[in-house]
Antibody
Framework: EVQLVESGGGLVQPGGSLTLSCAASGFTFRSYWMHWVRQAPGKGLVWVSRINGDGSTTNYADSVKGRFTISRDNAENTLYLQMNSLRAEDTALYYC???????????WGQGTLVTVSS | DAVMTQSPLSLPVTLGQPASISCRSSQSLVHSDGNTYLNWFQQRPGQSPRRLIYKVSNRDSGVPDRFSGSGSGTDFTLKISRVEAEDVGIYYCMQGTVWPPGFGQGTKVEIK
């Protein structure tokens, strides 16, 4: 059974940093693109970032470029999102998603909540 | 970017009646590989999104056959043949053809 379990969310002050993790199981993790998608409270879904199977290619939404870094550890089957210079508008539930673009996001985690506030 | 526009944004439906959600893209979603990467997701209250339909019209395993997807190019539709109480939630279309991937605003389906 495919499982994606996010962790690492919490309350952080503006300008602070946080690292999210997504533990994957039930599939050959290294074979898949992985994505982060976020959802601000009461709002819609927004794509944030993606990384290919071996970690050599990464892409970001303009809103997070230069502040967020996506990475993965295929030995540990874990996806990461390092978030720096956090802003109030980064407050959201962050979802880990398997291959959103080509497979259409067939599996999603339960999400981890990031709150940026003083 | 391909802008995805859903309508309506709110859809009150009587139990047992049909429902239809439109999703229009500002650009053609036909990829150079011949596929159209247009998907539909359901998000029930308090839950993560769940994919219902992939590549326009392919229903996911476990999705009731009252859900169907259709369309081509820039215009797509999700139909529920007979709405049930468990269908309450927000429905999103999402495209993966044009960079970057993008979602519609969401359509809230509720029971009248």
């Amino acid at each position: 059974e495919v499982q994606l379990v996010e962790s690492g969310g919490g309350l952080v002050q503006p300008g602070g940093s946080l690292t999210l993790s997504c533990a994957a199981s039930g599939f050959t993790f290294r074979s898949y693109w992985m994505h982060w998608v976020r959802q601000a409270p009461g709002k819609g879904l927004v794509w944030v970032s993606r990384i290919n199977g071996d970690g050599s290619t990464t892409n970001y939404a303009d809103s997070v470029k230069g502040r967020f870094t996506i990475s993965r550890d295929n030995a540990e089957n874990t996806l990461y999102l390092q978030m720096n210079s956090l802003r109030a508008e980064d407050t959201a539930l962050y979802y880990c998603v398997r291959d959103l673009q080509w497979l259409g996001g067939d599996y999603w985690g339960q999400g981890t909540l990031v709150t940026v506030s003083s | 970017d391909a802008v995805m526009t859903q309508s309506p944004l709110s859809l009150p439906v009587t139990l047992g009646q049909p429902a239809s959600i439109s999703c229009r893209s500002s650009q053609s979603l036909v990829h150079s590989d011949g596929n159209t990467y247009l998907n539909w997701f359901q998000q029930r209250p308090g839950q993560s999104p769940r994919r219902l339909i992939y590549k326009v019209s392919n229903r996911d395993s476990g999705v009731p056959d009252r859900f169907s997807g259709s369309g081509s190019g820039t215009d797509f539709t999700l139909k529920i043949s007979r709405v049930e109480a468990e269908d309450v939630g927000i429905y999103y279309c999402m495209q993966g053809t044009v960079w970057p991937p993008g979602f519609g605003q969401g359509t809230k389906v509720e029971i009248k």
